[in-house]
């Protein structure tokens, strides 16, 4: 396995479009968990998910954001009608199992521009 | 989550052991430390992380104080591919709260 895979690595969507950012985590990994990077700032919690189960989305914007890990499959994080303020670098993280006793593997991030 | 503090940037000699501070005074008992390091155009890569002793891997050591309240990232060699920023965390059940970091150079 060579790591977290996300893809794209980059995407370019006019304003309006909808953006979808895949994440297949590490083998065995069963946890997700999605963070944005805003030009010149540190990385920001998203979401967090389960097979089948979001966890915690928090860190979710309320409108036009959305996220899944289906049973089979990669992780999806789904930008609706995106705007330039959506332009990031979008991460995903996986790990064995919940907590901290584990670390956090991080994927190469799909690098959103909206024109 | 605790609030961590790191200095903005720090300088260090190719092939000498670099220190990277960290306070977190706020941290719980159960939190653990956390460091990441990000290269420009990566993701965050895992470096190290413990929860009260001092923890050693094959990239850095990472030695805790007795009171937990502050943590120092130890690289014994600096390498130029050392360069980048270096997050400290302190806990996070998945929810890693990334700060400004230290952004460290590494001189040939």
């Known amino acids: 396995n060579a790591g977290v895979m996300q893809n794209p690595r980059h995407l370019v969507r006019r304003r309006g479009q909808e953006a979808r950012l895949r994440c297949s985590p590490m083998k065995g990994h069963s946890h997700v968990y999605w963070y944005r990077q805003l030009p010149e700032e540190g990385l920001k919690f998203m979401v967090y998910l389960q097979k089948e189960n979001i966890i915690d989305e928090s860190g979710m914007p309320k409108e036009r954001f959305s996220a899944e890990f289906p049973k089979e499959g990669p992780s999806i994080l789904r930008i609706q009608q995106v705007v330039r303020g959506d332009s990031a670098a979008y991460f995903c993280?996986?790990?064995?199992?919940?907590?901290?006793?584990?670390?956090?593997?991080f994927g190469s991030g799909t690098r959103l521009t909206v024109v | 989550d605790a609030k961590t503090t790191q200095p903005n940037s720090m300088e260090s000699n190719e092939e000498e052991p670099v220190h990277l501070p960290c306070n977190h005074s706020?941290?719980?008992?159960?939190?653990?430390i956390h460091w990441y390091r990000q290269l420009p155009s990566q993701g965050p890569e895992y470096v190290i992380h413990?929860?009260?002793s001092n923890v050693n891997n094959r990239m850095a050591s990472l030695a805790i104080a007795e009171d937990r309240k502050s943590s120092t990232l130890i690289l014994h060699r600096a390498t130029l591919r050392d360069a980048a920023v270096y997050y400290c965390?302190?806990?996070?059940?998945?929810?890693?709260?990334f700060g400004k970091g230290t952004k460290l150079s590494v001189k040939p």
């Open positions: 965390i302190g806990g996070s059940q998945g929810n890693l709260i």
């Open positions: 706020t941290i719980s008992g159960t939190d653990y």
């Open positions: 993280a996986s790990s064995p199992q919940h907590g901290d006793l584990y670390g956090y593997t």
């Open positions: 413990g929860l009260t």
